[in-house]
């Protein structure tokens, strides 16, 4: 992926966890679900699309990629980083969406902003892996392709969101 420096963590140090420990959920401890049980969704059960199910898309259809067709990059394709070279960051590299990256600082992938409410998840290949939906401003749910969740993401600023296991591990992060 062509990532611009100003969004890449291994440059702008600003955005990386390990330097930047505002962003660092095992220093920052507002950010750790464990911790900040706001957080947690399976404390805060309004985050959990288990309890909640208004951000669930399995139950509801307007969130879910396979009924809600403007959602489904490969029906809508303005969506698809393939055929939107725009969104595609191999070939434009200052994209609107996200930069997911490991804590090894290595990218993950991207995100395509769908509707308000729903972001899509790319592979750096371009190939489409997942969902974010909104739960609330600070907080989103990640579902896999079969609608199961799977993470959830905390907004820590402007466009750093940490990501987190169904464990509550953190595993990454975004620019």
Do not use: C
Request: no cysteine.
């Amino acid at each position: 992926m062509n990532i611009p420096s100003s969004r890449n963590p291994a440059v702008a140090t600003s955005l990386n966890p390990f330097v930047a420990t505002s962003l660092n959920p095992r220093v920052a401890t507002s950010l750790n679900p464990r911790v900040a049980t706001s957080n947690n969704p399976f404390v805060a059960t309004s985050l959990n699309p288990r309890v909640a199910t208004s951000h669930n898309p399995g139950v509801a259809t307007s969130l879910n990629y396979r009924v809600a067709t403007s959602l489904n990059p490969d029906v809508s394709t303005s969506l698809h980083p393939r055929v939107s070279t725009s969104k595609n960051p191999n070939i434009a590299s200052n994209i609107d969406g996200l930069f997911l990256w490991n804590l090894e600082l290595s990218p993950v992938g991207f995100t395509v902003q769908a509707n308000d409410r729903v972001r899509l998840i790319f592979t750096p290949d371009a190939d489409f892996s997942g969902v974010l939906i909104e739960v609330r401003d600070d907080f989103w749910n990640e579902y896999d392709l079969d609608n199961e969740w799977n993470g959830y993401w905390v907004h820590a600023r402007d466009n750093v969101w940490l990501r987190y296991s169904l464990e509550s591990e953190w595993v990454g992060f975004t620019t």
